[in-house]
Structure formats: structure tokens, C-alpha cells
């Protein structure tokens, strides 16, 4: 289907037809995955229902990047989407799953935060991210606020929030709903990557992903042996900002994945501007009421 709209498809050039195709095939390559999956080496281990689907690193990168049009070199373990959606469907969402080790994340500071600052400090750095997405030709990004208030349970060791964030001179925002699972050693890292109207239906789904894994034995938080182990130069504020937090010459905080902005969405802009032109073309004297 051409961004929903089958019927119309005869508008679209034969070039954008082609360019779809090619999407549609690379899509139709990927290895969905259900079932239990172990992730890094016995780190965690997964449990895909029937309602959603895994895709490994390469896959994911393939969906992310080639599918989405989002930047090379994010380092990722894998994605989740809902098995009702294909990654081309207008309305789908997936999860990102990444894992950082930068040691054991204490939360002594996680009552004493203060969201309103870490929101100012976050917009300040996504702005200099966001300059350095447009120097290497992608999309700016702004983040506009929180979707979601950050909250911490202290007894299960998990963190979420939900960024707002717009991409280029879009109408449609983006959704970045976070969520850390706290380790012995490191983090595991979720990312909702969807439209911010699905704010709602991302919700329904948080609870059903964070009890799809778990850390197993040895790599859990309680594991933790401060006479062996390293430990986090920082804690729970700094897991939301991004700040230190770095693997494989990125920052982790500044994971913001952004849905459909590839072929696809240029198929969608094409046909919208053919609309456009044809409503002040067909009448000289402009458009009537």
C-alpha cells in the first residue's frame, strides 16, 4: 500500500513506484523473531509474544536506517514492533533495544530531581544534536517538552518518560518514550519510537514490553558487588538527559529515532504537493471557497 492510499496510486510517478517497491522487498527480507530470544550473550533474556515481533541488530539497523532514513552508527541490540504492523504502515511503532555497560547506576538522587531543569538542560543539548544533524544532511530536531513525566520504581529498578520531539518543518511530532532497566553492570535501554498521537496506545504496551525481559542470574541490579564491580559516574538524572553516557562514540541519551522520514514520507510530500499544484493550477483566477 502507497502511504494508505492504494487507490490513488496512479498519481504517483513511476520512479516513486519503484522507490516502494524496493522498500517493500527490503521489508519483506527481514526475520521477524517470537518466542524466547537471549540477547548479548546471556545478558537478558526476551519473551516475544504473538502480538509483537523481534528483529536482530541487523535488521533493525536495516528498518531504522535504510526503511526510515535515520542516520548510520547507532548501536543497537534489536527492535520490537507490533506483530499487527508492518515498519512501512503509516501507523506502526517499534521499540528500540540497546544495552549500555558503564557500570552499576546508583539511584540515591532519584527523589531529588528536579524535571523542570533537566528539561531545559535537555532542549539546550538537543539543539547543539540537532546542529549536528543538519551539518551532516539530516532533518533538525527540537525537542518541544515532556509526552510523559519521568518516574522511577525504586522496588523494580525501572525509569520511563516520554520526549516530544519535531523533526524538519513537520506538523506530526514524534514520540520518544523511554525506558531503563537497571543493572549490575550496565543498562538496558527501550525506546518507543512513535507519532505522539499514539501517546495513548504506546501506554497500553509499556507494561506488556518491560515484563518481556529480564536480566538473568549475575547480571541482575541485587547482583551488584561493590568490592568487584565498577560504578556509574553518574545516576538516575543523567540516564534521562544522555549526559556521560557513552557507547560507541555516541551519547545514549541521544538516541532519537525518527519514524518514516526516508522514501517513504517523500512519496506522501510528493503526492501532497501534485494536490497542491493541481488545486492553483486548475483555476487561474486562484482557488474558490
Same mark, same amino acid.
Given at each position: ?10 498519481e504517483y510517478s513511476a520512479e516513486e513506484v519503484q522507490a516502494y517497491e ?10 521477524p523473531r517470537t518466542g524466547t530470544i537471549v540477547l548479548a550473550d546471556g ?24 526503511? !526510515? ?23 506502526? !511503532? ?196
Amino acid at each position: 500500500m502507497l502511504v494508505g492510499v492504494a487507490q490513488e496510486a496512479d498519481e504517483y510517478s513511476a520512479e516513486e513506484v519503484q522507490a516502494y517497491e524496493a522498500l517493500q522487498r527490503t521489508v519483506d527480507a527481514l526475520q521477524p523473531r517470537t518466542g524466547t530470544i537471549v540477547l548479548a550473550d546471556g545478558l537478558a533474556t526476551l519473551r516475544v509474544p504473538d502480538d509483537f515481533y523481534f528483529l536482530d541488530a541487523a535488521d533493525a539497523k536495516t528498518v531504522l536506517v535504510d526503511v !526510515w532514513g535515520n542516520p548510520p552508527g547507532q548501536v543497537v541490540l534489536g527492535l520490537l514492533l507490533p506483530a499487527r504492523y508492518s515498519p512501512l504502515d503509516y501507523e506502526s !511503532w517499534a521499540v528500540t533495544i540497546a544495552y549500555i555497560e558503564d557500570g552499576h547506576v546508583s539511584d540515591d538522587d532519584a527523589a531529588e530531581i528536579d524535571f523542570t531543569a533537566l528539561l531545559r538542560d535537555m532542549q539546550a543539548d538537543m539543539q547543539e544534536a540537532s546542529d549536528a544533524r543538519v551539518a551532516d544532511g539530516y532533518s533538525p530536531v527540537e525537542l518541544l517538552g515532556w509526552a510523559e513525566a519521568p518516574h522511577y520504581d525504586a522496588s523494580a529498578k525501572k525509569l520511563y518518560w516520554a520526549k516530544e520531539l519535531r523533526f524538519g518543518g513537520t506538523d506530526e511530532t514524534t514520540l520518544n518514550y523511554e525506558i531503563r532497566a537497571l543493572g549490575r553492570l550496565g543498562i538496558l535501554s527501550f525506546t518507543f519510537v512513535a507519532a505522539t498521537g499514539q501517546l495513548e496506545e504506546v501506554n497500553a504496551s509499556r507494561d506488556a514490553v518491560l515484563a518481556m525481559t529480564e536480566f538473568n542470574a549475575g547480571h541482575r541490579y541485587t547482583d551488584f558487588d561493590p568490592g568487584v564491580d565498577k560504578q556509574a559516574v553518574y545516576g538516575i538524572g543523567a540516564l534521562i538527559t544522555g549526559k556521560l553516557i557513552v557507547k560507541a562514540g555516541v551519547f545514549a541519551g541521544m538516541l532519537e529515532f525518527l519514524k518514516k522520514f526516508g522514501v517513504y514520507i517523500l512519496l506522501a510530500i510528493a503526492l501532497m504537493w501534485r494536490r497542491f499544484m493541481r488545486l492553483f493550477s486548475s483555476d487561474k483566477s486562484g482557488p474558490q471557497s
